[in-house]
């Protein structure tokens, strides 16, 4: 069922536990994640990047996602990650999308408050909920890259929820885009995120968040991958920023990552194959375990 933002994470909030949001891109990523919240009996989040947008096209994507939110039995809602152009922005919320984020993390702060505004205002005319940013969430991923961290000030936090009206906040505490996030053990600074959710008392979001499992990471290279040394951040971590207010976790990366280990697996082990259905069935499986796994972390399971 097709459901909002501000319905999915209130719910989260007053739970105490956190919804995953999961990129989408083409319709195996989008039943895995589907498939994996029916299975969980979890609410869930599809979302679509700029970059998905220009890769598949805004129309196509919707329509699939649309299908898939109507069709399921949990709630789903439909959300633009990190939308910077307002062209694109606006098209979303024309078309029917149940979520928008409006990414000014980049801008001044009187420019982010400004244009995030200016996205309230549009949204909130058609039921559409708007996640806002504040502070930088380093790495690159996508479309989205920034060269340093810039940490949430709480009291900044408050004055720009206030003056914007947003409906969830994303907030760095020191999480980091992609799959190569830390130089080592990775450490999330949750007395900063205790005291923005004392201060703020709305939803808030967890950016740069994914796991990278190491399990993946090795088979990858097992069947000729070459990542380096990706880090993600320690479900340990993740489960603590959840109990301490975080009510979205967006994860991109895991389904990536689980998506090339099984494609990788199958050209080599069955060389004789080349029905594609063959190839990206297991990779949809894959990715549904990783989503699964991800949502008993976030404590969703059983909360649809």
Do not use: W
């Not at 982010?112 to 996640?131: D, I």
């Amino acid at each position: 069922m097709l459901s909002t933002g501000v319905a999915v994470l209130g719910k989260a909030e007053k739970g105490n536990y956190a919804v995953g949001a999961f990129n989408v891109s083409n319709m195996e990523i989008l039943q895995a994640v589907v498939r994996a919240a029916e299975a969980q009996r979890s609410p869930v989040i599809v979302q679509t990047s700029e970059g998905a947008i220009d890769y598949a096209g805004l129309e196509q994507l919707y329509t699939m996602m649309l299908f898939a939110a109507e069709a399921a039995s949990v709630p789903v809602v439909i959300h633009l990650d990190h939308g910077r152009d307002m062209d694109v922005i606006k098209q979303c919320i024309k078309v029917g999308y149940s979520s928008i984020m409006f990414d000014g993390s980049h801008l001044p702060f009187e420019e982010n408050a400004r244009q995030t505004r200016q996205v309230v205002r549009l949204a909130h005319r058609r039921g559409v909920s708007v996640e806002a940013e504040l502070g930088t969430i380093g790495g690159a991923e996508d479309q989205v890259e920034a060269r340093e961290i810039v940490l949430t000030d709480p009291a900044v936090a408050a004055s720009f929820v206030k003056r914007t009206g947003c409906d969830s906040l994303a907030v760095a505490i020191g999480t980091s885009h992609g799959a190569y996030k830390f130089a080592g053990a990775g450490t999330l600074d949750l007395a900063r995120l205790r005291l923005l959710k004392r201060t703020l008392r709305i939803p808030l979001v967890l950016h740069g968040a994914s796991g990278v499992p190491q399990e993946l990471v090795q088979k990858i290279e097992q069947y000729g991958g070459t990542l380096g040394n990706p880090e993600g951040v320690p479900d340990d971590q993740i489960g603590q920023a959840v109990r301490l207010g975080i009510n979205k976790v967006n994860t991109d990366t895991d389904l990536r990552l689980a998506f090339t280990e099984a494609l990788r697996e199958t050209l080599a082990t069955k060389t004789h194959e080349f029905d594609p259905r063959k190839m990206l069935g297991p990779a949809r499986d894959a990715m549904q375990r990783v989503v699964e796994r991800r949502m008993q972390l976030f404590g969703s399971s059983n909360r649809a």
